[in-house]
């Protein structure tokens, strides 16, 4: 066959939709996630404040196995806005930060120490593209241990209880699903940043364990030296426990206001979305 029979052919095929490119980086960093036991073995352990809860919420309403069990009636714990907040949702979203920490910085790392963000690039995949692919990867995880199963055990008590009780407190599905995305959110693109920054997993690790703890000690310093409530400020659990509790309309007793404590959590949003996209490029130009 002649050598220019073999001239390079533009790829004719159909061309995958803008909108599903995202899920091929999602698919193949969850696989490389999924593939470990030790990985699967974790969350087994993050839902076991979900089985908690639903054996609670199953026993308050068996009186037989409360009878058999010898557990007084007046010592059960009232199912209602605090019980999902405090023994539930908070629970859940301190084993969404430890899923967070050990997963996110793995997610990108990788790519810049091996130098395969031009292979991502050369293909149609743009920044936002490489970038939701992968924070696809943490805000599903982060789902399956957070707001999934507390909305499932919501709706079970519904189911448990007689009357109008999830009318009367369909506030706490919204509560819920709102503080577990502000939470999860917020945490995974600061992961991907200092992902994006830090080529070695484990230290990039440290170093998101070490901004937010070291923030959390820096917020109580400011607080102690010039009496005031803005260091909770540097403190994204202070934060959290402030939009917890006026989400599920318990009684706060934090200085830190609502909008305060959401402006946190958007400003740690933005400014990792801007160090992402900042160091997200298909060519590295070393001097």
């Keep these: 066959m002649a050598i220019f029979q073999k001239a390079y052919c533009n790829y004719s095929g159909e061309l995958s939709s803008i ?61 209602d806005a605090q019980f999902f907040a405090s023994y539930l949702l908070r629970p859940q979203l301190l084993f969404v930060f430890a899923l967070i920490m050990f997963i996110g910085p793995k997610l990108i790392s ?49 189911a448990m209880v007689e009357g109008p009780w999830l009318s009367e407190n369909s506030h706490l599905i919204f509560a819920v699903i709102s503080t577990s995305m502000i939470w999860i959110l917020s945490l995974s693109m600061m992961s991907l940043a200092i992902s994006a920054c830090v080529k070695w997993a484990p230290v990039a690790g440290l170093f998101f364990f070490g901004i937010v703890f070291v923030g959390s000690g820096f917020g109580a310093l400011v607080s102690e030296l010039f009496e005031t409530w803005h260091g909770k400020l540097f403190s994204l659990f202070d934060s959290l426990d402030v939009v917890v509790e006026a989400s599920f309309r318990l009684e706060g007793f934090s200085e830190v206001s609502y909008s305060a404590a959401l402006s946190v959590f958007a400003l740690l949003f933005t400014f990792s979305t801007l160090i992402l996209y900042r160091r997200i490029r298909g060519l590295e130009v070393v001097s």
């Design 110 to 158: 990788p790519d810049f120490r091996n130098s395969a963000l031009s292979l991502y690039l050369s293909r149609p995949i743009t920044k936002t593209s490489y970038v939701v692919g992968k924070l696809l990867v943490l805000v599903t995880l982060g789902s399956l241990i957070s707001w999934i199963p507390s909305t499932l055990l919501i709706l079970f008590q519904a």
């Design 19 to 79: 909108y599903a490119r995202p899920l091929v980086i999602f698919k193949y960093s969850l696989d490389t996630i999924m593939n470990s036991r030790l990985f699967l073995s974790f969350m087994v352990i993050c839902l076991l404040p979900s089985f908690a809860v639903m054996c609670i919420i199953y026993l308050h309403y068996n009186f037989d196995t409360l009878m058999q069990l010898e557990i007084p009636l007046d010592e059960l714990v009232a199912i």
